[in-house]
């Protein structure tokens, strides 16, 4: 039984909460931390978001400790893991502390503001005995785990295109609007887009180069445009926003272009994942039935009890596309292609 502390109880930590729900004896919450003393007592009605459980309420958290500080539950000997879940700016500062006490992390994205910022927590790692993972969700999500085997099989021939998309309204949910402030929460580069430059590094690894266009707002883009240039004849575009009508619902998808066929997935439709082949044949593919956030909790404590660090999502490619999403930044500001070394 590995026991967690659920360090966050907003939008996501409250996600994250319902799958420990759902593990059973792999699991158990001992405690749950946050600075609101009603958020902290199960009182969640005033936490919204846009996508999964997206409505609060109030949960009856039984015998899980409340806490008000971090640095309480790293001391705290009953615990093996921590969750966190609270905005980006603190991430490397709870991570590096609770793996130099030896605690396993899953750390909700973006692992930092800064790649100096992932570096402390790889280096923390690199001197603990506990692991790290960065909790990437797209990566085992369905529909993208579903692409990532078509991919890797080459199931339809070379990859001809590539189309990530993520778009989303204004934030409203987060406590004291934190994601609207880039230094807290780097922005819609680093909060939303940083998603799909994740899942692009994991299905072809680093571009040549990256070039970019974008919106910006408060000192970082609200809409991300980007392309990504390969030594290979693959295009690839990666487009994130949050700068739609507050009434706009969230929506991700991706188009890929194989040599033989098309896969489309646009979550807004409702409409499963359809593989359109060159012949006029279409198929509706048979995707994984866990969702992201349950199956990537449930991976990293298979890691946890198997005792070997993550391989499906790794704190090195979180660190890089944290770079990556930084160069568009740059190219944005610039004007100009940025090289990814």
Not at 98 to 117: D, F, N, Q, S
Not at 188 to 196: N, R
Not at 251 to 265: D, L, P, Q, R, Y
Request: charged letters at 20%.
């Amino acid at each position: 039984m590995i026991r967690v502390a659920l360090v966050g109880a907003g939008f996501v930590g409250r996600n994250h909460f319902n799958q420990y729900q759902l593990l059973g004896d792999r699991a158990r919450l001992v405690a749950i931390c946050d600075a609101d003393p009603a958020r902290r007592a199960g009182d969640w009605t005033n936490i919204g978001g846009n996508l999964a459980d997206a409505t609060g309420r109030v949960q009856d958290l039984g015998d899980i400790r409340p806490y008000a500080r971090w640095e309480d539950v790293v001391a705290a000997g009953d615990v093996d893991m921590l969750d966190i879940t609270l905005p980006t700016f603190l991430h490397p500062d709870i991570a590096t502390a609770a793996l130099a006490a030896g605690k396993h992390v899953l750390c909700e994205k973006p692992m930092a503001l800064t790649v100096e910022g992932c570096d402390r927590m790889l280096a923390a790692q690199k001197d603990s005995s506990a692991l790290l993972m960065v909790a990437q969700c797209v990566r085992f999500w369905p529909e993208y785990v579903w692409l990532k085997q078509a991919h890797t099989e080459n199931r339809y021939g070379k990859l001809k295109s590539l189309s990530l998309r993520r778009n989303a309204g204004t934030p409203s949910h987060s406590a004291g609007a934190w994601m609207l402030d880039p230094t807290k929460s780097g922005g819609a580069l680093l909060d939303l887009h940083v998603h799909d430059a994740d899942y692009a590094l994991y299905l072809l690894g680093k571009p040549k180069s990256v070039c970019a266009q974008g919106h910006i707002r408060n000192g970082s883009p609200d809409r991300v445009h980007a392309l990504w240039h390969y030594n290979t004849e693959t295009c690839v575009y990666v487009e994130g926003c949050w700068d739609f009508p507050s009434g706009f619902s969230f929506n991700m998808g991706f188009t890929a272009v194989f040599e033989k066929a098309a896969a489309i997935w646009d979550m807004a439709t409702g409409k499963p994942l359809c593989v359109m082949h060159n012949d006029g044949k279409t198929e509706t593919p048979k995707v994984p039935e866990a969702d992201g956030f349950f199956a990537e909790i449930e991976y990293f404590l298979s890691c946890i009890a198997a005792g070997t660090p993550p391989t499906t999502s790794t704190p090195q490619d979180s660190r890089d596309a944290i770079a990556i999403a930084l160069a568009e930044l740059e190219s944005i500001r610039t004007g100009k292609p940025v090289p990814i070394r």
